[in-house]
């Protein structure tokens, strides 16, 4: 297994220069059963990163543009009806795929956006009365500009509260940017690409890293940290009982990524920002990640 995670970082690394620790962000929510929200600004590689993943694992990929006039059964799939048999058919959305990227989601209305919140939670579709379980494992990649904000819908706090991890890519460094060039030079493109690990295999390291010693004293920990975001002056709305289970979860896939079978205080500090800012709303225009590194020094270790 530690052979495997190695080659799916390499592979990743083949068509992201740099980025390592968004690279083992992403691991970390794919592994943990979760979901990513990358926001950043246009053209920094969140569409490549994830499509590398996709073609990584040798699962089925499928992108969802995110407009205002995007319609829920454009994501879930809508019945149609078959002269031929005289029936209405399923055709089935853009959801049934294993890797699904939900690009610039904060342009689609809150109606569509609601379509996501089922699929993402239970991993499966109700139309019509009737449910569809998508195919495992399934892992959803949305992205966002923070800084364009002229026709989008901000994500509701259900929405955000449905993503483990928020993740930044940024701008590359210079030496980084140079290696860019010289790759598209040579006509290295995602196509490239080789399967590393299959599904199977996906699956099975899922259920190893939820077997990732968590001990009662850490726990208490991650409890502590969440609850004081409930109760601090400077957040309007604290983190929610999924992002306790939440952060849990990554602590352990983040864990094994490093080579452990149990997880250490240091893995809840390195992960607290990206699994609890985006589901904090500070008060006072106060920014998340400011009030999360002063909860970090406050809250002790049990």
């Known amino acids: 297994m530690r052979q495997q995670i190695d080659a799916l970082t390499q592979n990743l690394g083949l068509a992201i220069v740099g980025k390592a620790e968004a690279i083992r962000l992403v691991l970390v929510a794919l592994l943990a059963g979760g ?3 990358l926001e950043d600004v246009p053209g920094v590689g969140k569409t490549l990163l994830a499509k590398s993943l996709a073609r990584s694992i040798d699962g089925k990929f499928q992108r969802l543009q995110c407009t205002p006039d995007l319609l829920p059964t454009d994501i879930t799939g809508t019945n149609i009806w078959n002269p031929k048999s005289g029936e209405f058919t399923f055709l089935p959305g853009p959801v ?3 890797v699904l990227l939900a690009d610039e989601i904060n342009r689609a209305t809150p109606r569509t956006q609601s379509a996501l919140l089922e699929v993402m939670e239970e991993h499966q579709v109700t139309v019509d009365g009737v449910s569809r379980n998508v195919p495992l494992p399934f892992f959803v990649i949305a992205t966002q500009n923070p800084i364009e904000y002229q026709g989008t819908f901000p994500l509701p706090e259900a929405q955000m509260d449905r993503f483990m991890l928020s993740v930044s890519l940024g701008y590359p460094t210079e030496a980084e940017e140079l290696q860019m ?11 490239d690409l080789q399967p590393c690990i299959s599904l199977a295999e996906v699956q099975e390291l899922q259920r190893i890293c939820s077997k990732v010693k968590v001990d009662t004293s ?4 991650i409890l502590d940290l969440v609850r004081a975001t409930r109760h601090d002056e400077e957040i309007t709305l604290g983190a929610s009982p999924r992002g306790t289970v939440a952060l849990q979860r990554a602590t352990q896939a983040l864990a094994f990524l490093l080579g ?3 997880a250490i205080p240091d893995d809840v500090k390195f992960l607290a920002p990206y699994v609890l800012c985006h589901r904090l709303i500070p008060s006072g225009g106060r920014r998340a990640k400011t009030v999360m590194e002063r909860l970090l020094r406050s809250v002790p270790v049990q």
């Not at 010289?182 to 290295?188: L, P, S």
């Open 181 to 191: 060039l010289q790759r598209h030079q040579e006509g290295t493109n995602v196509a």
């Open 35 to 37: 979901h990513a929200l």
């Open 260 to 262: 452990r079978d149990y």
């Open 96 to 98: 049934f795929a294993n």
């Open 218 to 221: 850490l726990q208490q920990y």
